[in-house]
C-alpha cells in the first residue's frame, strides 16, 4: 500500500461516530434525485460553534469524530466561513476529528483546494450524476452545461494535487450511460486522481420520489448493474493506479464475502452498508440535532417536503431495523449483510431484496476458489 493511501486510511481509525453536518440546504443546482429538497434552513457560525456540545449528548469526551460537511451545497456556507469553523473545532480539545465534504465542484478554486489540503487531508468528496443535475431546473438540457463545468474543475481538483472520492447515485440514467460507456468510469481513476468510487442506491425520498418513474431504480435492477460492473472492475482492477482504494460497495461486499467465508458472524463493511445507522450515525442541521445519517432526517422538518420520515430516535431506529431482519431468517448472508437502508422498502416486487442478496450470491459464486 502506499505512503499516501496509508496515511488515507489511517485518519478513519478508530473513529467513533459519523455526524453530518447540514450546513446549508440550498444548492446551486437542480437535480431530479435530491432527497434533501431545496429549503431557507442554514447553519449560523454559532451553531456551528455549538458542535462540541450537540456530539456531546452521545459521544464521550476524547473520541475520534467523523464530521461529513454537507447540504445541500456545503460550499454556498462559504470558504472563509467555514475556514472559521474548523479552526474553532481545531482547538476545542473534547473530541478529534476527521472532516470530509461532499461537494459538486460549481464553487472550486484555489481557495476551496487550500482549504481541503489544510483540513480535509487532501481529499475531497465530490459529487456526479448523469443527466439528472440541471444548471437551469427549466431547462432539460443543462445537464450538459454541468457536465462540461463540472469536468473542467475535477481538473483543476487534480491539479491542485487532491485526491477525490467519487460518489455517483445509481439512476435510471446512469445505467443506460454506464452499460453505454462500460470502461468510461475507470478510465477516470488516473485521469483524474480518484481515490475511490462509491455508487449510492437511490432512496425514494425528497424529489427522487417525484421523480421516481423515469429515475427510479428497483432492487433487482441495482443488483444487476452492480453484477455487471463487478464483472466489468474485476478484470480491470489489476491495471489501475495502486493508490485507487476500489469501488463501493463492490470492496466492502467482497470482505464481508472473505469473513463469512471464514467464520465470521459480523459484517465487515462501512457506511449504509454497516447498518451502523442502528448506533453511530448523526445529523445535526439549523434545526438541531437529530438521530440518524442524512437520507432518514432529509425531510424531517423540511417544509419543502413531500412526507416526513420520522425514524429519528435510537429505539425508533433499531426497532424498526429488528422487525426488518426477521424476513432475513434462512438467508445465508444473513450476519453480514445490513438489510438495506430503511428510508427504502425491504422488498419492492421486483425479485430482490433491499439488501442485495443476488449481489451477495454472485461475488461469493465467482470469488469461491480464492477463499
Same mark, same amino acid.
Given at each position: 500500500?502506499?505512503?499516501?493511501?496509508?496515511?488515507?486510511?489511517?485518519?478513519?481509525?478508530?473513529?467513533?461516530?459519523? *455526524?453530518?453536518?447540514?450546513?446549508?440546504?440550498?444548492?446551486?443546482?437542480?437535480?431530479?434525485?435530491?432527497?434533501?429538497?431545496?429549503?431557507?434552513?442554514?447553519?449560523?457560525?454559532?451553531?456551528?460553534?455549538?458542535?462540541?456540545?450537540?456530539?456531546?449528548? @452521545?459521544?464521550?469526551?476524547?473520541?475520534?469524530?467523523?464530521?461529513?460537511?454537507?447540504?445541500?451545497?456545503?460550499?454556498?456556507?462559504? *470558504?472563509?466561513?467555514?475556514?472559521? *469553523?474548523?479552526?474553532?473545532?481545531?482547538?476545542?480539545?473534547?473530541?478529534?476529528? *476527521?472532516?470530509?465534504?461532499?461537494?459538486?465542484?460549481?464553487?472550486?478554486?484555489?481557495?476551496?483546494?487550500?482549504?481541503?489540503?489544510?483540513? @480535509?487531508? %487532501?481529499?475531497?468528496?465530490?459529487?456526479?450524476?448523469?443527466?439528472?443535475?440541471?444548471?437551469?431546473?427549466?431547462?432539460?438540457?443543462?445537464?450538459?452545461?454541468?457536465?462540461?463545468?463540472?469536468?473542467?474543475?475535477?481538473?483543476?481538483?487534480?491539479?491542485?494535487?487532491?485526491?477525490?472520492?467519487?460518489?455517483?447515485?445509481?439512476?435510471?440514467?446512469?445505467?443506460?450511460?454506464?452499460?453505454?460507456?462500460?470502461?468510461?468510469?475507470?478510465?477516470?481513476?488516473?485521469?483524474?486522481?480518484?481515490?475511490?468510487?462509491?455508487?449510492?442506491?437511490?432512496?425514494?425520498?425528497?424529489?427522487?420520489?417525484?421523480?421516481?418513474?423515469?429515475?427510479?431504480?428497483?432492487?433487482?435492477?441495482?443488483?444487476?448493474?452492480?453484477?455487471?460492473?463487478?464483472?466489468?472492475?474485476?478484470?480491470?482492477?489489476?491495471?489501475?493506479?495502486?493508490?485507487?482504494? %476500489?469501488?463501493?460497495?463492490?470492496?466492502?461486499?467482497?470482505?464481508?464475502?472473505?469473513?463469512?467465508?471464514?467464520?465470521?458472524?459480523?459484517?465487515? #463493511?462501512?457506511?449504509?452498508?454497516?447498518?451502523?445507522?442502528?448506533?453511530?450515525?448523526?445529523?445535526?442541521?439549523?434545526?438541531?440535532?437529530?438521530? %440518524? $445519517?442524512?437520507?432518514?432526517?432529509?425531510?424531517?422538518?423540511?417544509?419543502?417536503?413531500?412526507?416526513?420520515?420520522?425514524?429519528?430516535?435510537?429505539?425508533?431506529?433499531?426497532?424498526?431495523?429488528?422487525?426488518?431482519?426477521?424476513?432475513?431468517?434462512? $438467508?445465508?448472508?444473513?450476519?453480514?449483510?445490513?438489510?438495506? $437502508?430503511?428510508?427504502?422498502?425491504?422488498?419492492?416486487? #421486483?425479485?430482490?431484496?433491499? %439488501?442485495?442478496?443476488?449481489?451477495?450470491?454472485?461475488?461469493?459464486?465467482?470469488?469461491?476458489?480464492?477463499?
Amino acid at each position: 500500500m502506499s505512503d499516501e493511501k496509508t496515511k488515507y486510511t489511517r485518519q478513519y481509525d478508530g473513529v467513533s461516530d459519523l *455526524v453530518y453536518v447540514r450546513l446549508v440546504e440550498a444548492c446551486n443546482l437542480h437535480c431530479a434525485h435530491c432527497f434533501i429538497p431545496a429549503n431557507p434552513k442554514r447553519m449560523s457560525i454559532n451553531q456551528c460553534y455549538s458542535l462540541p456540545d450537540q456530539i456531546e449528548k @452521545f459521544a464521550s469526551h476524547g473520541s475520534i469524530i467523523n464530521i461529513r460537511w454537507h447540504g445541500g451545497e456545503p460550499t454556498l456556507f462559504g *470558504v472563509d466561513r467555514l475556514r472559521k *469553523v474548523l479552526h474553532f473545532l481545531e482547538k476545542d480539545k473534547r473530541y478529534s476529528y *476527521v472532516h470530509d465534504i461532499q461537494t459538486n465542484l460549481i464553487n472550486f478554486d484555489e481557495r476551496w483546494a487550500e482549504l481541503y489540503h489544510e483540513y @480535509f487531508s %487532501g481529499v475531497v468528496g465530490v459529487s456526479w450524476d448523469w443527466k439528472v443535475r440541471l444548471m437551469d431546473k427549466d431547462n432539460k438540457e443543462s445537464y450538459k452545461d454541468f457536465n462540461s463545468l463540472f469536468f473542467d474543475k475535477l481538473k483543476l481538483v487534480s491539479d491542485s494535487g487532491l485526491k477525490v472520492n467519487l460518489v455517483i447515485t445509481v439512476t435510471k440514467e446512469f445505467i443506460k450511460w454506464f452499460d453505454e460507456n462500460p470502461l468510461e468510469l475507470l478510465s477516470w481513476i488516473d485521469k483524474f486522481s480518484i481515490l475511490s468510487i462509491h455508487l449510492e442506491k437511490l432512496t425514494k425520498t425528497g424529489r427522487a420520489r417525484d421523480n421516481w418513474e423515469t429515475i427510479g431504480v428497483s432492487h433487482r435492477e441495482y443488483s444487476s448493474f452492480m453484477i455487471r460492473l463487478f464483472d466489468i472492475y474485476s478484470l480491470a482492477k489489476n491495471s489501475l493506479n495502486v493508490e485507487f482504494m %476500489g469501488i463501493s460497495p463492490i470492496v466492502t461486499r467482497e470482505a464481508d464475502i472473505k469473513a463469512l467465508r471464514n467464520g465470521a458472524v459480523e459484517r465487515i #463493511s462501512t457506511g449504509c452498508l454497516s447498518g451502523e445507522c442502528d448506533t453511530r450515525f448523526h445529523t445535526i442541521d439549523g434545526s438541531g440535532y437529530k438521530f %440518524g $445519517c442524512s437520507a432518514l432526517t432529509s425531510e424531517y422538518d423540511n417544509v419543502n417536503a413531500t412526507s416526513s420520515l420520522t425514524l429519528i430516535t435510537v429505539e425508533d431506529i433499531a426497532e424498526a431495523r429488528s422487525v426488518r431482519v426477521q424476513s432475513c431468517d434462512g $438467508c445465508k448472508y444473513k450476519p453480514i449483510c445490513s438489510s438495506g $437502508c430503511l428510508a427504502s422498502v425491504k422488498f419492492d416486487g #421486483s425479485g430482490e431484496c433491499s %439488501g442485495g442478496k443476488m449481489f451477495f450470491s454472485h461475488i461469493e459464486n465467482t470469488n469461491e476458489n480464492l477463499y
